[in-house]
């Protein structure tokens, strides 16, 4: 077919952020890439149900999750065992952050249930308004909302870090407190 | 004065002093906001994180081989499907 080169141009621009998301349902970077050029495939085989100038990374984050929890439905296992798998792919580029607190966090967040992990990447990282993070999870803008606040919450929890001045001891001395035993 | 669980399903005695019903509508306001108040800080931090994760693989850009995918079922001229 032939495209016009600007929705074209929408659609690779969308690549790098799609690719982001994808690797952080599947928890794999092969798979990622994967789902990501079947929902390439897909989008534009259908590329005339596409609206020109609504949002098209709204559209193929749309049609990935859907293929994604298709596929996942078959595959739950492997993917439930996100603890492991899900940091692991991850733990190549520490660089950034201090490379503990990175994996540690990558750790935190692979023991999210997947629908508060997905609703927090798609508003915290993707950027993704609320409303347009329902319409591609397919549910009440309310329903993001608390996923989201669930998935903040047990981050924290899961992370050991609270508002410091409620809570006082700083972390290495609350895991002592916390792991100290009786005696 | 505890009642704990289950604030719905047995409202208090008509006497029970307001004070309690109103503490348990309170404490499930408070609560519900609570979900939201996790601190700025916290918030942040986890922000934080969350998009450097992200943008390390958004940094990455489009891999040549889904660019030259995109641009070949673009370009060519019949269907796609």
Known sequence: ?183 | MNTGKTVNLQPPPANADKADELEAMGKAATQRKGEVRLGREVQARIGQQLRGMYDEVVNQGVPKHIDDLVRRLTDQDDGVA
Request: aromatic share 6%.
């Open chain 1, 1 to 183: 077919m032939k495209l016009d080169p600007a929705i074209r141009d929408q659609v690779l621009a969308t690549v790098p952020s799609l690719r982001a998301f994808a690797i952080s349902l599947s928890g794999n970077v092969d798979r990622a890439d994967d789902l990501v050029q079947e929902t390439l495939l897909r989008a534009l085989a259908h590329i005339d149900s596409f609206q020109p100038g609504t949002n098209m990374p709204a559209w193929l984050f749309t049609i990935l999750r859907n293929l994604f929890r298709s596929e996942y439905r078959k595959r739950r296992r492997e993917v439930e065992d996100a603890d492991g798998r899900y940091a692991e792919t991850l733990k190549s580029h520490p660089e950034q952050t201090g490379r503990v607190e990175f994996n540690e966090f990558r750790a935190a967040l692979a023991k999210l249930p997947s629908d508060q992990r997905e609703a927090l990447i798609l508003v915290g990282a993707s950027g993704f308004s609320y409303e347009d993070a329902a319409a591609i999870c397919g549910c009440a803008v309310g329903t993001i909302k608390s996923r989201v606040n669930r998935a903040r919450t047990r981050l924290a929890d899961l992370l050991a870090i609270d508002n410091v001045d409620d809570f006082g001891p700083d972390r290495a001395t609350r895991a002592v407190l916390a792991g100290g035993g009786r005696s």
